[in-house]
């Protein structure tokens, strides 16, 4: 079955390090999207993908970073990590002619930056 | 600007009886939208969607209830179950899903046996 895929689905770090959160997808879909969950906030869209070297800024992007090398994978790096970037990840894939949009997420991945 | 609003953080509801949960959105651009279903520790799952030319849609025990007029959705679980007992975010997307899913904020629903 095709499926998402996180990784770590949890990492614990201090702050200023560099973290990479990994997401892999056997969909084969061109759309892939990184959203983090928070309470009190929801779903919140971090960054996304459009294509293999297409890459897009969400409402939450300050101090994250992606990049799209091949269809199946979207790492999310955060550059120097921060305690406000404590939260659970979310990386999601859908299809590209799929007119309503739908989403297909990955278990999540729990980051705590201490 | 909160533009998918899902206004009550949490629901009781008794077995058996209907949960209502509801949605409103300020986009008027807003054309498909989604509920999504979360457990705890698991990624969220897709429920029921129903586009703008549509005012319902109806999956088994969900059923999906659009009022464009008052930019406002609400989704009815009939009958209630405890394994409905989850978190529900309502999403929303624009111009035949080529921009991103914009969600509310989720609303906790407990299903009491």
């Known amino acids: 079955d095709a499926e998402i895929t996180q990784s770590p689905r949890h990492k614990i770090t201090e702050t200023g390090r560099q973290v990479t959160l990994a997401c892999h997808q056997t969909w084969n879909h061109n759309n892939m999207f990184w959203y983090r969950q928070d309470l009190g906030h929801g ?12 890459t ?6 300050d101090g994250y970073s992606v990049s799209r ?13 921060a305690s406000s970037q404590t939260s659970v990840y979310f990386c999601a894939s859908s299809e590209a002619g ?3 949009g739908e989403l297909f997420f990955g278990e999540g991945s729990r980051l705590t930056v201490l | 600007d ?9 629901l009781s509801v008794q077995e058996g009886r209907i949960s209502i949960l509801n949605c409103d959105y300020t986009n008027s651009m ?7 279903k979360k457990y705890p520790a698991e990624g969220p799952t897709f429920l029921i969607s129903i586009s703008s030319i549509k005012d319902k849609n109806e999956d088994g025990r969900f059923t ?17 179950q405890p394994g409905d007992s989850a978190v529900y975010f309502c999403a929303a997307s624009v111009g035949q899903g080529n921009t991103p899913l914009v969600f ?10």
């Open chain 2, 30 to 36: 807003f054309d498909y939208f989604l509920w999504y």
């Open chain 2, 64 to 80: 999906v209830f659009l009022n464009k007029s008052a930019k406002h959705l609400s989704l009815h679980i009939v009958p209630s």
């Open chain 2, 104 to 113: 509310g904020k989720g609303t906790r629903l407990s299903v009491i046996a």
């Open chain 1, 43 to 54: 779903l919140r869209l971090i960054h996304y993908s459009y294509g293999v070297q297409d």
């Open chain 1, 56 to 61: 897009n800024k969400g409402e939450v992007s």
């Open chain 2, 2 to 10: 909160q533009q998918v609003k899902q206004n009550s953080p949490s």
């Open chain 1, 69 to 81: 090398s091949n269809t199946e994978d979207l790492p999310l790096t955060l550059e120097s990590a």
């Open chain 1, 98 to 100: 799929d007119v309503s």
